[in-house]
């Protein structure tokens, strides 16, 4: 790690001021590109997580009672700062995450998509009447907002998963409380700043830095009600639980081992590229990143593996804010952290002990001028076995396994057996192998010739089974149902004449 004598020291922001935390803690913030520390980061301990959700508490009542037309208001301004700044916010995130920039950008495009969705909240919070459901009853569906949201980040997209919950949530009338990710905690720091000049009422949004201690405290904390979380399954599993038990409501969106299909109809002329932007990009670090290729039938066998890892090894491997990769989005950066590097670096290996064929070896890369930097380049493994150690585990690095099947049924039945449902593609120019393959896999997010089936804003996001732990998904209108409670009212009005003569 290259050392600074005085890294910068992150602040929370809690009603509407930058506060410095009363942690004892601190993390460095690490350029995973070179090892040079940004920043340090406090972990916020119990008091300041109390501090933030007695802000939120406080502006709680006020701004629920705001029309929502005006609290779409500093929600609109949020999107046309986001848009005036999007160059620095998009290098802020290669800087600290690693990502290369055409990668950082298309996180910001999706994160003010989601910010444009929420300013339909007018429309987007409607509930329904029916009139006459009984004999002079009318029935009616209110959405009301409900308090106090939690969120916790991964590292991941530290702009893009925040903004699946936050504009959302205060547009719909709730206050909020951001715990991002103690490994990107800069970018949100850049984005508040912004937040600031929106016009938001002090208390309705509030950013808290911190690890699990921060979480926890979010978590358990009884005066906020509800959490959405996204982060690792064990994690994600333990935030499900802990809101079910002190009764809060809860989305927690977890891991993922996304497969790849490819028939023996496939265009692999344009698939092996495809193949390589869903495997490669953000180093593998996409929640929606494949990281297994199932080949169906011996010959598609054979051409991927020749094809995809020729490809692979001709990827550009290097710093993402060098100025040759500026506009390369396949060039692959570095992992965040040395322990990623170490952990990524020994489950390569226990693929080859459990007999895989190591195909492209990406240990051991070296980017001259990046001493400090955690890089692993393209790495490609065959004849892996479904049930093996890398074909159960979320790498999340850029590490690809081929697994061959003999028919679509088995390659379906292989990723239904996995613990992970979180998105799959499948590549075939066969109408009816992909709808079976739509309807039959078991992952909540399918790609047809598409090898990121990540939705746009406008339609939910999440996946399936031990990839998420509820029942809402992220984004779009399907989030505004997490974030109010609905109220049903049945009504009816005796005529007048009861009361007397009408006047
Ligand atoms: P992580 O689970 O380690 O951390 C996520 C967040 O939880 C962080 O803010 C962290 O501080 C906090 N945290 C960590 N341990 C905790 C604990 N014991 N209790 C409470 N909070 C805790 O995940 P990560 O490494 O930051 O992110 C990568 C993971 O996120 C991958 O598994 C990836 O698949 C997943 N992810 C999923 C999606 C999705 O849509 N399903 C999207 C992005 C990332």
Redesign the pocket.
Known sequence: MVETNNPRLLQNHIDGRWITPTAADFLDVQNPSDGRVLASVPLSCQADVDQAVAAARGAFRAWSRTPVAERCGPVRKLAELLRENFEDLARQITEEMGKSLPDARAEMKRAIENVDVACGMPTLMQGENITNCASDIDGEVLRLPIGVFGM??????PAM?PF?FLPYAVASGNTFVL?????VPLTMQAHFRLIEKCGFPPGVVNLVN???????SL?EHPDVDGIS????????R??AE?CARTGKRCQA????KNYLVVMPDAKLDRVVQNMLTSCLGCAG????AASAIACVGDETYQQVCEQFTAAAKSTSVGNPLDARFEHDDLAVGPV?SND?KRRIENLIQVGVDEGATLLLDGRGTEIPGCDGGHYIGPTVLANVQSGSTLERT?I?GPVVIILKFDSLDEAIAAINQHE?G?GASIYTQSGYWARRFKTETLAGMIGINVGIPAPVAYLP???MRG??FADIK?QSKEVVRFFTESKIVTERYWPEDDLGPRA
């Open positions: 916790i980040a991964p590292f991941n997209f998963v699946w715990k991002c990710s103690e490994q911190g690890d699990k201690v921060a979480s926890q978590v979380f996204v982060g690792s399954s064990p994690v994600a333990q935030i802990a969106l977890g891991s993922a670090q996409r929640c929606m965040i990623a979320e999340f992970y979180n996001f999440g996946g990839s998420i992220g």
